[in-house]
């Protein structure tokens, strides 16, 4: 037998495989890792270097730290792996970083000096989709080892030696094979013996094949080292194997790595590391997905060098939420190949995507889920009527997996899923518990979903190429699929569910009944029925005992959210029946701590419990009604004898504060009252704004936000009639999204505007409805209403400057900016906020007192009249509020010439020495005195009068 020889240099030469590795899938230009990698001059930038130090370190050293350059004879006991033969195995999920990782460690040149030659297979090439074996069969073993040959530049011969007799038995057969395994083992281990070798198996789907190639069990005299990567587990490791989990990689390996592969050199700025952060997440910090996105943006600027970093990151982002990202695409789609047989591999996606869709909240992505959850839906799918006709069950069977659990751990094997050990509601026993492993698993998940077309039982295959589920024909269409199959799949296990708890089939339905099931009711598009659980005590009762008090408000609040997004898209409108959810949550928790004693554990959770519904309640505007539930909070823990330096108070305390909203409105440009804009989003440019979030650099933590309540214009302006809504700074969990066009800022339907299209300093924003128009009345007065919509029309355009300035474009010297005092609005008459006026004895005075002496003094004139009255006058000073009392929101009142001239402002909580007089008059009406004279309290129109909106003053005399 022919054996190799001694490497003549003092390095073993560096595989091309390992070369090829280091450039992405599909690339054809060399990886400027590959480049670049004598050229790094601090080796702890690459990334993960702490896993290649432990390779180093395995493969390098032995137990004692010594090196393993010399061959020293040491006695090893025959049961003990021997100390020349070493074993390292890098798993994780496809993409994860395996391949390049050994391709780097086998480059450096602390392995390449210690062993005399470095071998690369990649077993992965001999498993293509649609192969019908995941292990290496006899002449696939053969290929191998000639492969090995040709790297050791040694022309030896691997020959079959299996010759079947006519009459063997397929054991027969099956022991022929393993000895001819063996003795091609050995051969292989003569021809390399007395030589320092390390191979390296890439892709391994079976841990069975390593054996084969574990040629240090034939008593070699030299060094021996087997580096392993695969992304199945290996349920029973060989002794002295070691195994290396991969993560996934840090943010600083995930910025050096995109920056090196993008080409970017030195040059990144802490602009450019905002951007690179925003990829990388979308990346999920997977190796493969980040090299593949910095060549993407190599690539962009060589396209369009003019193109800016901004706008190269839209069209990565962009891409990698395509399908079409091939690499990344197909390896995940690949890690289902461990099972060989089509249909099962198509099985198993089917009810990884369903596992992967339907267990989802919208903030966890990937939460864990038990076995028996599981159980229901992949039961659920079985047994509806289109699954049926597939034969899912029948396609699993075959490879004997007959039950959820056995499913679910092949997943695991496959590195599909994650596994743990948990306990149940109610329950002591231990149970393993699923989550899908990364989160660009998950989005394979989406995407398989987004492909997958059904009907009849039968699957809808592509006119192009005639197969299902084809990521080419069927993208244009996948939105609207998954949105489809989410809500059959949600429906699916909500049925099944039901119809067995019903008749008793369900195994522990109490825990799937408290963590999924009115999720999957709201995600089922069955919005009624889930407003009916909600408001339900013994729903909510079921919850507390389980999650106690915080968390379970905590989970229902998480429900109303994902029922906002899903019945009312996110609007948050403050007519949602998750109103009233709230509300009757608060009532529960009110009635639950008045009826029973509790610790104050339960108390503490309570009041944070009434914090997070106050918070909820933002969203919808619901400002008043959230102001008593943080009033609430702050009993309770008062109750507790927290102090004012306490966490939970002072958080609390600064909730109450966010609820003393002050109006948007406009002021000069150099106001030190201007709000600024954050940069929209950080792949964003200025220029190409589309989604914006309105929250707020200039005030941080803070954003725009909508008040309380709908308002209306109608007769105020005859003929024209439109809804409204004002804008105010409040807590950035309230920040309204919008959409703005370089014109126009848009958000629910509404548009931003001036009332009236009056540019006054000081003037309230708002978000106006559509415009409705009196046809009769147009026809009549076209010249005058075509003037006001003309105006009402100027009043909606806005230009965002760089400074983050929203500024109207027929008056660039203003901009919007926030209301020096806050806001008045109505609450209700027993709310703890309510305003109580000081010296309001007095006021019912002021209007007896000025009848009588108008019916006494009837020859007196106006002068002395409006003198005698302003004397009569009571000043707004609150004893609800010390030091406080009723305001101007503004200096000057404007002139309103649609109402015929009339004069309109707001009204606001300030300092007492700002405070205005009022007087009542005989129809008990509040009129202002002095500055303001002639003016009066006013809601505006007469349905107007709710909860929430804001009180002016006005002079004008038609109705509101």
């Known amino acids: 037998m022919i054996r190799a020889h001694k490497k003549k240099s003092g390095l073993a030469e560096i595989p091309d495989e390992a070369i090829l590795c280091l450039r992405p899938p599909g690339d054809t230009i060399t990886s400027n890792i590959g480049k670049n990698q004598n050229e790094i001059h601090n080796p702890a930038l690459l990334p993960r270097y702490n896993i290649l130090q432990e390779i180093i370190s395995t493969f390098c050293h032995d137990e004692t730290g010594q090196s393993n350059n010399n061959n020293a004879d040491v006695d090893q006991p025959d049961d003990q792996p021997s100390i020349y033969n070493k074993r390292l195995t890098l798993r994780g999920m496809g993409g994860s970083g395996k391949t390049m990782l050994a391709g780097i460690a086998v480059s450096l040149t602390d392995l390449r000096y210690t062993f005399d030659y470095i071998l690369w297979l990649n077993l992965g090439n001999y498993f293509k989709e649609g192969s019908v074996r995941n292990n290496l069969c006899y002449d696939m073993y053969l290929d191998c080892l000639q492969n090995l040959c040709q790297q050791l530049g040694v022309p030896a011969k691997f020959k079959r030696r299996i010759f079947p007799q006519p009459g063997d038995s397929k054991m027969k057969i099956a022991a022929k094979c393993v000895q001819s395994l063996e003795q091609s083992k050995l051969e292989m281990s003569k021809i390399i013996d007395g030589l320092k070798i390390l191979i390296v198996l890439d892709d391994v789907w079976s841990p069975e094949d390593v054996e084969l190639f574990n040629f240090g069990d034939h008593n070699m005299s030299s060094l021996f080292g087997i580096l392993v990567t695969s992304r199945t587990l290996d349920l029973e490791p060989s002794r002295g194997c070691l195994t290396i989990d991969l993560g996934l990689i840090s943010r600083e390996e995930g910025i050096f790595l995109f920056s090196v592969e993008a080409g970017l050199g030195n040059s990144v700025d802490a602009q450019d590391i905002e951007i690179i952060d925003c990829i990388l997440k979308k990346c999920g910090y997977l190796p493969l997905a980040v090299r593949t996105a910095g060549r993407l943006v190599k690539a962009s600027q060589t396209i369009g060098p003019e193109m800016n970093l901004h706008e190269i990151a839209e069209v990565v982002i962009e891409i990698s939420d395509s399908p079409r990202m091939s690499p990344v695409i197909s390896l995940l789609h690949r890690s289902f190949s461990f099972v060989a047989n089509g249909f099962t591999s198509f099985s198993l996606k089917l009810l990884f995507s369903a596992f992967a869709v339907v267990f989802r909240r919208d903030d966890i992505l990937r939460p864990w889920v038990n076995l028996d959850d599981m159980n229901i839906l992949w039961k659920g799918l079985f047994c509806s009527a289109d699954m049926n006709r597939l034969q899912l069950r029948l396609s699993l069977r075959e490879y004997k997996l007959t039950k959820t659990e056995q499913i679910a751990d092949l997943m695991c094997v496959m590195g599909l899923l994650d596994r743990k050990y948990g306990t149940n509601f109610r329950e002591s026993k231990q149970q393993k518990w699923y989550r899908v492993h990364h989160d660009l698993m998950w989005d394979y998940g989406k995407m398989f979903c987004s492909l997958f077309k059904i009907v009849d039982g039968e699957l809808v295959k592509c006119g192009l190429h005639g197969i299902s589920c084809c990521n080419m024909c069927f993208e244009d269409s996948g939105d609207m699929t998954f949105s489809n199959n989410t809500i059959v799949w949600n429906k699916t296990i909500v049925d099944f ?48 005992e389980a999650k106690g008090f915080e968390n379970a408000i905590h989970f229902i609040l998480l429900l109303i959210r994902s029922y906002e997004k899903e019945a009312n898209s996110d609007t948050y409108c403050s007519e949602s029946p998750m109103v009233l959810v709230i509300l009757f949550i608060d009532g529960f928790l009110s009635r639950f701590s008045s009826l029973i004693q509790l610790d104050d554990t339960n108390k503490k959770e309570i009041g944070r419990a009434f914090i997070l519904m106050g918070v909820e309640l933002q969203k919808f505007s619901k400002w008043g009604k959230s102001l008593d539930l943080f009033s609430n909070s702050l009993n309770v823990f008062k109750s507790l004898n927290y102090d004012d330096s306490h966490p939970d108070v002072t958080y609390v305390l600064k909730l109450i504060d966010s609820c003393a909203i002050r109006h948007v409105i406009l002021v000069n440009r150099d106001s030190p009252n201007r709000l600024k804009l954050k940069i929209p989003d950080a792949c964003d440019s200025l220029k190409n704004i589309r989604k914006i979030s309105l929250d707020l650099i200039s005030h941080p933590g803070y954003g725009i936000v909508q008040l309380e309540g709908k308002n209306r214009v109608g007769d105020s302006v005859k003929g024209i009639s439109y809804e409204y809504k004002f804008l105010g700074v409040g807590l950035k969990d309230s920040t309204l999204k919008a959409d703005y066009d370089g014109q126009c800022i848009r958000t629910f339907n509404h548009i931003l505007s001036v009332p009236l299209g009056l540019f006054y300093e000081g003037f309230p ?75 309001f004895s007095a006021l019912p005075k002021s209007k007896k007192t000025i009848i009588m002496n108008e019916q006494d003094n009837d020859n007196v004139n106006d002068q002395s009249s409006q003198s005698y009255g302003n004397k009569c006058a009571t000043k707004l000073e609150l004893s609800s509020h010390p030091g406080m009392a009723i305001v101007s929101a503004s200096e000057t009142l404007p002139i309103v010439s649609v109402m015929n001239g009339a004069q309109v402002g707001g009204l606001a909580l300030g300092p007492v020495e700002h405070a205005l007089s009022a007087k009542m008059n005989e129809k008990n009406h509040f009129t202002i005195t002095d500055k303001y004279e002639g003016v009066a309290f006013t809601i505006g129109l007469k349905e107007n009068l709710e909860i929430g909106k804001s009180v002016f003053i006005s002079n004008y005399a038609g109705p509101w």
């Open 765 to 839: 924003l708002m978000l106006r409805s559509d415009i409705k128009f009196d046809p009769g009345v147009r026809n009549r007065e076209t010249v005058r209403i075509e003037n006001v919509i003309k105006g009402l029309h100027a009043s909606t355009l806005y230009q965002i400057t760089h400074e983050g300035l929203i500024c109207p474009k027929v008056a660039p010297h203003l901009c919007l900016g926030i209301s020096s005092f806050q806001t008045l609005f109505l609450v209700a008459h027993d709310s703890l906020n309510r305003a109580v006026f000081k010296n």
């Open 497 to 544: 569910f039901q119809e067995g708890f019903k008749e008793g089939n369900i195994l522990n339905p109490e825990t799937y009944k408290i963590n999924w099931l009115p999720l999957h009711m709201i995600k089922a598009g069955l919005f009624r029925e889930t407003i009916d659980l909600l408001m339900t005590e013994k729903f909510l009762e079921d919850q507390v």
